[in-house]
């Protein structure tokens, strides 16, 4: 295992989620990642044999090199479930259901724990099954905990021990050994537990009940990814909220008799930050531009609501018309995606055309050869305000 010092530990993601790092050969265990080579209790040189290897390629559309297989086998007609943690494998009785058998965090040793302060609202990871028995299900857990060498299963009903967890079973994807059946597991973090976020603890196993299923099981899994929430469930103008308000369509513009109305929002989860900021565009149209930044710090999401008190103002048209026309990033620096139906123009704010394109779904422009500051965009007698900014 390769030792914690030598790559920052990631707070708010895992390290080498992807397995792309390797302590050697294909059977060496993952970087932060530990499996029966490493475990210690009175069977671990029994259970030391590898039932994990790195393979090549990837989920569909992964950009990696590898992804990791784990299998279960049969030790003296004992079937040991293929497994991998973040932490540590306690290999402490024959018997596959004994509560002397557990993953666990070792704190006094950085090889087999995973320092981690984050609240993640979900973790999105690639999988592929395969098990001799269709009513096999495989498991992945990630268990948030405070600052205590939790075990799992031992400790997961102990509430004052963890914060929050994570639990995905599934059957297998794919009835051959040969094929790969990937599929993307989306699952939600429920934060039910007492305690702080100190560690984590991540669980890979190629049956959720232990010595159930098949020799040769295997479970494949590729970049796991925890989310963190940017989004909005609100903005309210004047103390009214914006009718239609979806939170994927990131921009809006209304008519409103006061230019200096203030502008509120609210996140869809407690620990997202939001900053407001207003840009005065002309003596009739304000651009007021929110950032919400999650709490990982790198999840950036940016909305942004025109203002305008003159009804012959060029391009604004009620926010209630807006779902169908929508733009991402925006404030943008050089590409923006644009979500409509029609021809597509980008112009000056006198409404001169600059640009213009047909856009049928999600469609793609260059803003590179315009100067920085603030356009309109519009599809038809939709519009709404467009910031190109460094």
């Known amino acids: 295992m390769m030792a914690a010092a030598a790559v920052a530990v990631a707070q708010y993601q895992l390290s080498n989620p992807s397995f792309e790092q390797w302590d050697?050969?294909?059977t060496t265990e993952p970087a932060y990642w530990n499996s029966f080579a490493s475990s210690d209790g009175s069977f671990s040189a029994l259970a030391s044999t590898p039932q994990h290897y790195r393979r090549n390629g990837g989920r569909p559309g992964s950009t990696g090199s590898y992804y990791l297989t784990i299998y279960t086998r049969s030790i003296i007609g004992?079937?040991?479930?293929?497994?991998?943690?973040?932490?540590r494998v306690h290999a402490g009785a024959m018997?596959?259901?004994?509560?002397?058998?557990?993953?666990?965090?070792?704190?006094?040793?950085?090889?087999?724990?995973?320092?981690?302060?984050?609240?993640?609202?979900?973790?999105?990871?690639?999988?592929?099954?395969y098990a001799s028995e269709s009513y096999s299900k495989a498991q992945l857990s990630a268990i948030i905990h405070g600052d205590n060498d939790f075990r799992s299963p031992n400790d997961e009903n102990n509430a004052?021990?963890?914060?929050?967890?994570?639990?995905?079973?599934?059957?297998?994807?794919?009835?051959?050994?040969?094929?790969?059946?990937?599929?993307?597991?989306?699952?939600?973090?429920?934060?039910?537990?007492?305690?702080?976020a100190n560690y984590i603890l991540f669980n890979l196993t190629t049956?959720?009940?232990?010595?159930?299923?098949?020799?040769?099981?295997?479970?494949s899994v590729d970049d796991i990814e925890f989310i963190y929430s940017a989004w909005l469930t609100g903005i309210s103008v004047a103390g009214n909220p914006i009718a239609n308000f979806n939170k994927g369509v990131l921009a809006y513009s209304l008519h409103v008799d006061d230019l200096d109305a203030e502008v509120t929002a609210t996140t869809e989860v407690d620990d997202a930050t939001v900053s407001i900021e207003r840009q005065t565009l002309n003596d009739s149209t304000v651009l007021v531009n929110i950032t919400v930044t999650a709490e990982d710090g790198t999840t950036v999401r940016h909305y942004?609501?025109?203002?305008?008190?003159?009804?012959s103002s060029v391009g604004i048209t009620d926010v209630a018309t807006l779902p169908t026309l929508s733009v991402y990033p925006n404030p943008a620096s050089d590409i923006i995606?644009?979500?409509?139906?029609?021809?597509?123009?980008?112009?000056?704010?006198?409404?001169?055309?600059?640009?213009?394109?047909?856009?049928?779904?999600?469609?793609?422009?260059?803003?590179?050869?315009?100067?920085y500051g603030a356009y309109i965009l519009r599809c038809g007698k939709q519009a709404t305000t467009l910031l190109r900014q460094k």
């Not at 049956?207 to 479970?219: E, F, T």
């Not at 000056?348 to 793609?364: C, Y």
Request: with cysteine.
């Open 24 to 26: 050697g050969g294909n």
């Open 95 to 129: 018997s596959a259901s004994s509560s002397n058998n557990y993953n666990y965090t070792q704190r006094t040793n950085s090889d087999h724990c995973h320092p981690f302060s984050g609240t993640p609202d979900s973790m999105y990871v690639w999988v592929s099954f």
């Open 337 to 371: 995606t644009v979500e409509a139906d029609g021809e597509v123009e980008i112009c000056d704010l006198q409404g001169h055309p600059l640009l213009r394109r047909s856009a049928h779904g999600l469609t793609q422009f260059d803003l590179s050869s315009l100067p």
């Open 207 to 219: 049956n959720a009940i232990p010595g159930s299923g098949s020799a040769d099981d295997s479970l």
């Open 78 to 87: 004992i079937k040991a479930n293929g497994n991998m943690t973040t932490g």
């Open 160 to 196: 004052d021990l963890y914060c929050g967890k994570a639990v995905a079973s599934f059957y297998r994807t794919s009835t051959s050994a040969n094929t790969m059946e990937w599929q993307q597991a989306k699952v939600p973090f429920e934060y039910s537990g007492n305690s702080t």
């Open 304 to 311: 942004n609501v025109t203002l305008t008190n003159s009804q």
